[in-house]
């Protein structure tokens, strides 16, 4: 048995077993066996324990393959979320059309002329279609038409319809006359009171244009009679709109300019199109307050696609007397072929060059040069004219 003052083999700090006398500090405060030491609580169990205990996955590849183990993707894939319906067109956003004619004319500038084999296609749609033209092409009709040159009629066959009897009318009580039963003299008269004013109609601004809708929607006959008094006999004015206007979703309204005057003479249609005698159009630029994220020369009129877009369209106008305003910052110059291409192909018995009565520019003179306006007048002018003159 060890002596008192030694420690014995089994206390021995050396060997692993701690001695149960108390221990000091060198401050003398006793030191605990249990301190920095939490006791664990009940149901835990060590992780290390259990990776210890469990054998390595048999899908982890070995030091030898090449190969890198492929992990699942944490997100799933989302199902597309289905197409909404389509949604109204907008009508006072509408674009203007694209330039798909040829500008051509002695005002345009000289391309150059390539040989590239193209396929003419002409139709020739008759006043007042509105529906939609379908048109199917064959690939070996237009191989045979190139190689041989020959041209085809697609227009289709008649076929042979019987003659129905016409039914017969209901008789009308004696002595009681209708609108049509009158002369076509006192019609004429009529629709003149209701239609014909002395002051130009002026669009967008057309306060006396109102009084001609309920009357024009009773019957087809005194829809065509009357639409032939009211565009032919009446001067349209054509001017920009300084008023600005946009969706209630837009935070900054933009400028009408010639997008009401536009949408006037696309609402009309090819067959009142065609009833157009006397056009006034004047040419303005663009107003800085309604455009001011727009530079100088994007507010030049030469440069609005409406206003191309509406001599576009009246080109197809069998027109008597076709007058111009020319106002702006900047004077028209020859160096503006497109625009100048654009006004070429305008045909009229009458051309002539006036200063508007309604405008602020009152006084000022044109601006267009004497001899790049009598040029454009002359190519303008009809040489066979349509009309006969009054002596």
């Not at 227009?155 to 076509?184: H, I, M, V, W, Y």
């Not at 003299?185 to 014909?196: A, D, G, S, T």
């Not at 709109?241 to 006037?264: N, T, V």
């Amino acid at each position: 048995m060890p002596s008192p003052g030694q420690l014995g083999r089994d206390s021995s700090v050396e060997l692993g077993s701690p001695s149960k006398m108390t221990q000091y500090s060198k401050t003398g405060r006793p030191i605990r066996l249990t301190a920095g030491k939490a006791n664990p609580k009940a149901g835990y169990v060590d992780s290390s324990i259990i990776e210890e205990v469990v054998e390595e996955p048999i899908d982890t590849p070995s030091e030898d393959e090449d190969g890198i183990m492929k992990r699942a993707p944490r997100k799933r894939k989302r199902s597309p979320s289905p197409t909404p319906p389509p949604l109204d067109p907008i009508i006072r956003d509408e674009d203007p059309d694209g330039p798909s004619d040829d500008e051509g004319g002695q005002f345009q500038r000289a391309t150059e002329n390539h040989d590239d084999e193209t396929a003419l296609l002409q139709f020739n749609i008759p006043l007042g279609f509105h529906g939609p033209l379908v048109v199917k092409l064959d690939r070996s009709m237009l191989a045979q038409t190139r190689a041989e040159g020959k041209t085809w009629d697609m227009q289709p066959r008649r076929t042979k319809q019987r003659l129905e009897k016409p039914k017969e009318k209901a008789e009308r009580p004696a002595g009681r006359l209708t609108f049509s039963d009158l002369p076509p003299e006192i019609r004429n008269k009529i629709y003149r009171q209701l239609f014909v004013t002395g002051d130009p109609i002026s669009i967008p601004r057309a306060t006396n244009l109102r009084r001609s809708g309920q009357f024009l929607s009773t019957c087809k006959l005194v829809y065509s009679e009357g639409c032939s008094v009211l565009y032919g006999e009446n001067t349209i004015l054509l001017d920009r709109s300084r008023d600005r206007r946009g969706p209630f979703w837009e935070p900054d309204p933009k400028e009408i300019g010639y997008s009401d005057a536009r949408r006037f003479l696309k609402v009309i249609g090819p067959e009142n199109l065609a009833y157009l005698r006397d056009v006034h159009l004047v040419l303005e630029d663009a107003c800085p307050s309604a455009t001011p994220k727009l530079s100088h020369e994007q507010r030049r009129y030469i440069n609005d696609e409406h206003l191309i877009d509406i001599l576009r369209i009246l080109r197809e106008a069998k027109l008597r007397e076709f007058r111009l305003t020319f106002f702006g910052r900047r004077a028209l110059v020859r160096q503006d072929y497109k625009f100048l291409s654009y006004l070429d192909q305008i045909k009229a018995d009458n051309v002539a060059s006036k200063l508007a009565d309604n405008t602020h520019w009152g006084g000022y003179h044109p601006k267009i040069s004497q001899t790049l306006w009598s040029d454009l007048q002359k190519s303008m002018t009809r040489k066979k004219k349509l009309y006969i003159t009054k002596a």
